[in-house]
């Protein structure tokens, strides 16, 4: 059974603030993972907001995850990354992320679900 059952996705376009309640209150009522999502900010902003969620789910059980961007969940030592079809190869980001860390893949197609059964991922979007 898949212990993450209700995944948040954080909005890019809220303040740091409003993020941290809104993580903190979507913890609070059963998300069982959470992704930072950050499509318009630079990478400093991203590492900046992602260590803000980090900070509010350390001691919870509630992974991060990390969208698109394998060299940010690394900088902040993320449970996982998650990755689009447009973003790094998932075994590439396997490689660089080990084992242990849980790595998402976004599926769109037929053929690109048939070609995930090969690849190095936990789950499928």
Not at 48 to 62: H, M, P, Q, S, Y
């Amino acid at each position: 059974m898949n212990p993450y059952r209700l995944y948040l996705v954080t909005d890019d376009q809220q303040d740091v603030d409003i993020l941290k309640w809104v993580v903190r209150e979507a913890v609070a009522g059963g998300v069982t993972m959470v992704q930072v999502r950050e499509k318009h900010g630079d990478v400093r902003q991203f590492i900046e907001r992602a260590k803000a969620v980090k900070d509010i789910l350390n001691g919870t059980g509630v992974p991060l995850i990390i969208n698109d961007r394998v060299d940010v969940a690394l900088a902040v030592d993320a449970d996982g990354v998650h990755l689009g079809q447009s973003d790094m190869p998932a075994d590439m980001a396997r490689q660089l992320i080990g084992p242990d860390k849980i790595l998402g893949l976004s599926i769109e197609t037929d053929e690109q679900l048939q070609e995930a059964e090969s690849l190095p991922v936990d789950y499928l979007d």
